[in-house]
């Protein structure tokens, strides 16, 4: 992480071919891959933005680089979301439990299925697979490599949350429109009450004159 932060604050270039830059840029390639990996399985903008960063200067393949970009995004939209659900009083709100990811546990914007048959967000359990030897965070059983896209469950996901919002936003603007309602039926009234009491003053009034 040093090295690779060093690097980015001077002007550097691979432009020799040498077995020893080579063997160096294949190891910082490696650090720089494990930091991308281990940031987008979080949530913290800044880890994940500097992990990018490092990732630039040892030129990851963009195909990483990419993944990242629309990791940074998604995180992005949590945080929007996640504004939005406090603002509506949300912010306790229980998701299922299968929207969780057994290994950060926290809930999965890229789920897939293992060779397991259980659901991991992909960052997290592709940086298993990545270990000698992979074993299943669950079962414990030999993990093979291939990963399928849980669609169904990341839908379910984005479905169930946006459905919540909603009905909270839709609640939220009943109540406001209530909360206006009262507040004019109670200005009527006290007009009302103000016109009967000047009305009964100046009766008193011209009583009073008669006499």
């Known amino acids: 992480d040093t090295i690779l932060t060093a ?10 071919n040498s077995p020893e830059q080579e063997k160096l840029l294949g190891s910082l390639r490696h650090q720089a891959g494990r930091l ?18 490092h990732a630039r200067t040892v030129m990851l393949p963009k195909e990483a680089l990419q993944a990242a970009a629309a990791r940074l995004s998604e995180i992005n939209g949590e945080l929007a ?19 969780f990811c057994p290994i950060t546990f926290d809930k999965m914007h890229d789920p897939v299925v293992a060779s397991d048959g259980n ?19 669950l079962t414990r059983e030999p993990l093979r490599h291939d990963l399928f896209a849980n669609r169904i469950l990341r839908k379910r996901i984005e479905a169930y949350e946006g459905e919540v919002l909603s009905i909270a936003a839709k609640a939220a603007a009943k109540a406001a429109e209530t909360v206006v309602a009262v507040d004019h039926v109670a200005s009527q009234g006290s007009k009302r009450h103000a016109g009967k009491s000047s009305s009964g ?9 008669r006499r």
């Not at 003053?201 to 004159?209: A, F, G, H, I, V």
């Open 7 to 16: 690097l980015e604050n001077i002007e550097f270039s691979w432009v020799s």
């Open 119 to 137: 659901s991991y967000e992909r960052s997290a359990i592709e940086a298993i697979l990545q270990c000698a030897n992979p074993l299943s965070p």
């Open 201 to 209: 003053d100046e009766y008193s009034r011209e009583k009073r004159t």
């Open 81 to 99: 979301r996640q504004a939005q659900r406090d603002a509506l009083g949300l912010s306790d709100m229980a998701l299922p439990e299968d929207f």
């Open 36 to 53: 991308l990996n281990a940031a987008m399985v979080g949530t913290d903008i800044a880890t994940l933005e500097c992990a990018m960063a």
